[in-house]
């Protein structure tokens, strides 16, 4: 999407890949949105720990950084022995997936990585078909995010207001998003409608990088703390709720999505007001068969116990330097449990928007042919 900084307009995408150099480039987004920055990164296992570390973020965008990352490590392999370089990609493979275990977008994009290398008969080949699958991958997650603007803009109706949890935009993707594309292609319709941001606590990427997105687009906004929705909705403040997932389950319609949306599905339907899942179909996972084997990432207590911001600290000669600071917020004494995503069942859920139109979530298993091909 388009960034603005200080009166100059730039096109980015959130991850991207330099040829020449082997690396990585993504959006330093635990800066966000108090400095844009974009870092180079150089080898695979950093790369992994880009995507542990949440300098990248969110299904599609891990999606593609794995799938760049098994490239990229694939690529550096030296030598001409078959077998020592599918022990390397297994390496690679193995080390990338467990960065981050809930969202299914990597497994899916390393997969397709995979299976392109299978066409190469040499090492030189493999590696280059590696990095054209991984540049497919990516051209997809932004063809899917267009996809799913053109399938969900209809929903938004002119003076809407909508809810959003976490941050399910363009940062999350490769381009463009999938909560928020319904809402760019309402606005390019001339649509006028507001959205609230949920905060998104602990790590608050609905009040740092959902709101950041909204502002570079001029798309009327507020950020709301994460217990205010029910409040609202209860006032008749609210008409919908779109959120993104990180991995939604093809055979029972399960849909995984950060810590928090749950209880917001359970106040939608409390309100009958229509809550939509927008996905890439990168974020189907075809194979678990129920939401209770779905592995829930467990973060360090660390976040609930405290917040990060950004403090300006006056240096030599007078120059200012905007530092990233962590502040304890909790009781000094006691301990925390953070589970970072939850389940929503499919009867709480009034459609998927997917690039290949909205669904209910049991529909998904009837038209497996059709969105697996
Ligand atoms: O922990 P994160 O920030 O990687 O969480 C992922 C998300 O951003 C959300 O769960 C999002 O709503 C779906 S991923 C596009």
Known sequence: MNVTINGRTQHFRTVSFDSGTNSVRLIEQRLLPHEFKIVSIRNFRDTA??????????????????????????????????????????????TLKEARPTAVD??????????????????????????????????????????????????????????????????????????TAPLYAAQTAGKRFHVF????????????????????????????????????????????????????????????????????????????IPFYVAIPLSTIDWNLKRGFDIPIEERSENEVLGAWGILERKKEKGKRKKERCYVRVANPASGARNPGFDVTPPELITGIITPAGILRPRDLWKQREVLKS
């Open 49 to 94: 720990k880009a995507i542990r570390d949440m300098v990248v973020r969110g299904a599609g965008a891990i999606g593609a950084t794995a799938a760049y990352g098994l490239a990229q490590g694939i690529r550096a392999f030296r030598g001409g022995d078959l077998n020592a370089f599918s022990a390397n990609v297994a390496t690679v493979y193995q």
């Open 106 to 179: 990597p497994v899916n994009a390393m997969n397709a990585v995979c299976a392109a290398m299978r066409a190469g008969e040499s090492i030189e080949e493999k590696q280059s078909l590696a990095l054209a699958a991984a540049e497919e991958f990516a051209n997809e997650d932004v063809r899917h995010c267009e996809e799913i603007g053109r399938h969900g803009a209809g929903l938004i109706r002119n003076g809407a207001r909508i809810l959003t949890h976490c941050n399910a935009g363009w940062l999350a993707f490769v381009d463009v998003g999938t909560a």
């Open 197 to 272: 941001c949920d905060e998104t606590r602990p790590r608050s990427q609905g009040a740092t990088l959902t709101a950041w997105e909204l502002a570079q687009q001029g798309i009327s906004h507020q950020i709301i703390a994460d217990n205010a929705a029910g409040h609202l909705m209860q006032r008749g403040e609210m008409d919908m709720v779109i959120v993104g997932s990180d991995r939604v389950l093809g055979r029972t319609g399960e849909v995984t999505n950060k810590i928090g949306t749950y209880t917001k599905a359970v106040l939608a339907a409390r309100h009958k």
